[in-house]
């Protein structure tokens, strides 16, 4: 009796086209050698209560980072993805911890107040002892946050030595992260684009990520949107994305585009991430609301898995250069825009009652036809549209959300997706009623293979799947079932998988 219901159980499996396969994968095992990586700047808020800037930057400190106290252990979060992601110590590592003096700013030396680990080294050893301590952690490496301007209290006229020295260290302490910010020279495009330069003789394995300047995309190994509110984000980095992808000519690739803290944009756009949400969920220490991440709308600090799931995508497909393919960018703007309360922000007038409002193309596609979104009777809400196909092959498309009123939401729409060829990787991000992909070049498949970008279990979908000719409908159902199948209990996360054409 016992097998026959084990015959049953095998067949109504069958019958429903859904059989699961553990220990084959469509994620490759060998981290992502993409620009990627973990910001400590909003932990440093959190753990002063953003009480100020001044204070903020007194959390930046060794025991912080590597200690095992409460709220420390910086360097153990997002553990999954450490091989994957550079660990960037943000602003203040080489500021005295005492007075934060500014006169240090730029010295690129860790300061051994912040580091007593390192106290009495040169220079070029408190880097690398750092470096190792990072990768002893299992980080890809360390990144660091740096002061667009030689130190005031040890400015020379020689420009050229004093940055060569220190992109020196970095190359013996296998540092190969710089992420360069506010300084003196901050704006000039002519110093951004002369260091950038500079660091490929010096110390040709590390990436310089430029920002502020968009004319330097021509030459930064990435360019970051730069700070937006994260109530608001997501039509603000899609705008900023789109207008830095229609600043240069199609030709070789030039700038990868880190779109900070938004993973499915990434994904969907080509685009690397600079990761600031952090482990630490809820309200600060003291019991206030955490603004940077306030607990309405996407609530981003419950949604840790939608980060695996970019980091995993970036295994298979690598962002690329801005000017790399041929861009279309809707004319049709999507308006967006968030009744803000207390304590949702960090932007000081963006008080209770404030229209927090922003608008962005309504689609974005790179090197692909402009998909075709059509939404239901009835609906009038259209989500934002993002496809780019990858120059491996790997195609995304990525189905995002808006923001209205009060309220994150997520539309769904029949979005159709023309391709050339069905025999690359397909990533499928957020929520749809219905994503067709029509194919002009069919190759052979016995089967279409999907699996939670999360996960590590592959599903036969093959009889879920619509197909007329070379017309394949996925109905948004399995797209939720499939790309949540490994979700992390209370994330919020939207779906997100890979798919495949297989033969």
């Not at 107040?113 to 880097?127: A, H, Q």
């Not at 005031?152 to 220190?166: G, K, L, Q």
């Not at 789109?242 to 585009?257: C, D, F, Q, R, T």
């Not at 197909?467 to 790309?483: A, C, E, Q, V, Y």
């Amino acid at each position: 009796m016992k097998s026959w219901y084990l015959v049953i159980i095998f067949c109504l499996v069958t019958i429903a086209g859904f059989s699961q396969k553990p220990g084959y994968s469509l994620i490759p095992s060998n981290p992502s050698t993409a620009p990627d990586y973990f910001c400590t700047w909003n932990i440093q808020g959190y753990t002063s209560d953003y009480t100020s800037s001044v204070n903020m930057r007194k959390e930046m400190k060794e025991s912080n980072i590597f200690g095992a106290g409460k709220y420390q252990g910086w360097s153990k979060m997002f553990s999954r993805l450490h091989k994957d992601l550079y660990l960037v110590l943000d602003d203040a590592w080489d500021t005295p911890l005492e007075n934060g003096d500014k006169n240090y700013y730029g010295s690129l030396i860790p300061d051994e107040t912040r580091f007593p680990s390192i106290k009495d080294l040169l220079p070029e050893l408190r880097l690398s002892s750092l470096s190792l301590k990072t990768k002893q952690s299992g980080w890809k490496g360390l990144g660091l946050w740096i002061c667009a301007q030689q130190a005031p209290n040890n400015i020379t006229e020689d420009s050229v030595a004093y940055w060569t020295e220190r992109l020196t260290w970095m190359h013996k302490a296998g540092i190969n992260y710089w992420k360069v910010d506010w300084g003196k020279n901050s704006k000039s495009a002519a110093w951004r684009t002369w260091l950038t330069q500079l660091a490929k003789q010096v110390a040709p394995g590390i990436i310089i990520e430029q920002a502020m300047t968009p004319s330097v995309l021509a030459t930064a190994d990435v360019y970051r949107t730069y700070d937006v509110e994260n109530i608001i984000a997501v039509p603000h980095t899609i705008d900023r994305i789109a207008k830095l992808l229609s600043y240069l000519p199609k030709g070789e690739a030039v700038s990868i585009i880190n779109c900070e803290d938004e993973p499915y944009i990434a994904a969907g756009t080509g685009s690397s991430i600079g990761i600031m949400r952090h482990e630490f969920n809820g309200n600060l220490p003291k019991g206030k609301q955490d603004h940077a991440f306030p607990p309405v709308g996407r609530d981003l600090k419950s949604r840790l898995d939608e980060v695996v799931r970019c980091i995993m995508w970036h295994r298979i497909a690598l962002p690329f250069g801005i000017n790399k393919t041929e861009i279309y960018i809707d004319t049709v703007q999507l308006h967006d825009y968030w009744l803000m309360q207390n304590d949702e922000t960090w932007v000081k007038d963006h008080v209770a009652g404030f229209k927090n409002a922003w608008q962005a193309p309504a689609i974005i596609s790179r090197g692909l036809v402009k998909p075709t979104v059509t939404l239901q009777n009835g609906d009038t809400l259209k989500p934002y549209i993002l496809t780019s196909q990858y120059p491996n092959g790997a195609i995304a498309i990525a189905s995002i959300g808006r923001t209205i009123g009060r309220a994150y939401l997520t539309p769904r729409a029949d979005v159709v997706l023309k391709v050339t060829k069905n025999d690359q990787p397909f990533g499928i991000f957020g929520y749809y009623n219905s994503l067709t992909i029509e194919v002009d070049q069919l190759t052979a498949f016995n089967k279409i293979l999907a699996q939670d970008l999360a996960g590590n279990i592959l599903t036969d979908i093959t009889e879920q799947i619509i197909r007329k000719g070379n017309s394949f409908t996925i109905p948004g159902s399995l797209i939720d079932r499939i790309g949540l199948a490994a979700a992390s209990k209370d994330d919020k996360s939207e779906p997100g998988l890979v798919l495949i054409f297989k033969k």
